[in-house]
Structures are given as structure tokens and as C-alpha cells.
Nanobody
Framework: QVRPVESGGGSVQTGGSLRLSCAASGYTDSRNCIGWFRQRPGKAREGIASLYTRGEGTYYADSVKGRFTISQDNAKNMVYLQMNSLKVEDTAMYYC???????????????????WGQGTQVTVSS
């Protein structure tokens, strides 16, 4: 199965916005959890947002709740992460990942995700 492919990373100043894209062909049209993860310098990878491709529910880590929004466009087989009010501590490599899921919403970020993208770098400067 084709792995997800992220894009949209870049450099932005504090308070700015970026939208990350995940090409998720083969995942959005079946029962999967799709999550966004990040790895900050010197930190462990953390899950920050997820959605269930067949449901309405989304899940956010406290660190991004109210600032980031995950969404999907089934017609384009894409999943997005809109990031607003960015902070220096949001600087990280961001990854999109998918895993089969038949339980329904919400999708946990603590299970093992099977398919990972290569990541896209986000750098926020003050």
C-alpha cells in the first residue's frame, strides 16, 4: 500500500499559520485512523491530532487543541492539518500516519500506526 505523503511545511513567525497536507490515497476511502504526529528536537514523537475516515469525530492533544484543525477531503484523498497561532514550541518534524480501524470515532493516538509518511519540517521563529 502506498505510504502517506506530507507536504506544506516551512518556516513561519510566531502567531502565523501553515496548512500541512497528507496525500492519503487508499486510506480515506476505507476504515482507517489517520493521525498527525510530530517530533520536536530532543523530544519523543507525540500524536497531536487524529480522525476516523468514516466518522465525524476528531481528537486533539491538549498542546494543540483550539489552534490546530484536522480535516479530510475524500474527493481528493487528502487529509489536512491547519495550524494557527503557531508557537516556537511547535517547531518539529510533522508526520502523517494511517492505520486500519474498525472501532469508530474517536481515533486514538496511542495505538500503533502502520503506515507513515516521510515527514515535513515546520519551523516557527520569534
Amino acid at each position: 500500500q502506498v505510504r502517506p505523503v506530507e507536504s506544506g511545511g516551512g518556516s513561519v513567525q510566531t502567531g502565523g499559520s501553515l496548512r500541512l497536507s497528507c496525500a492519503a490515497s487508499g486510506y480515506t476511502d476505507s476504515r482507517n485512523c489517520i493521525g498527525w504526529f510530530r517530533q520536536r528536537p530532543g523530544k519523543a514523537r507525540e500524536g497531536i491530532a487524529s480522525l476516523y475516515t468514516r466518522g465525524e469525530g476528531t481528537y486533539y492533544a491538549d498542546s494543540v487543541k483550539g489552534r490546530f484543525t484536522i480535516s479530510q477531503d475524500n474527493a481528493k484523498n487528502m487529509v489536512y492539518l491547519q495550524m494557527n497561532s503557531l508557537k516556537v514550541e511547535d517547531t518539529a518534524m510533522y508526520y502523517c500516519a494511517a492505520t486500519p480501524w474498525n472501532v469508530g470515532s474517536p481515533c486514538p493516538l496511542t495505538v500503533v500506526y502502520d503506515h507513515w509518511g516521510q515527514g515535513t519540517q515546520v519551523t516557527v521563529s520569534s
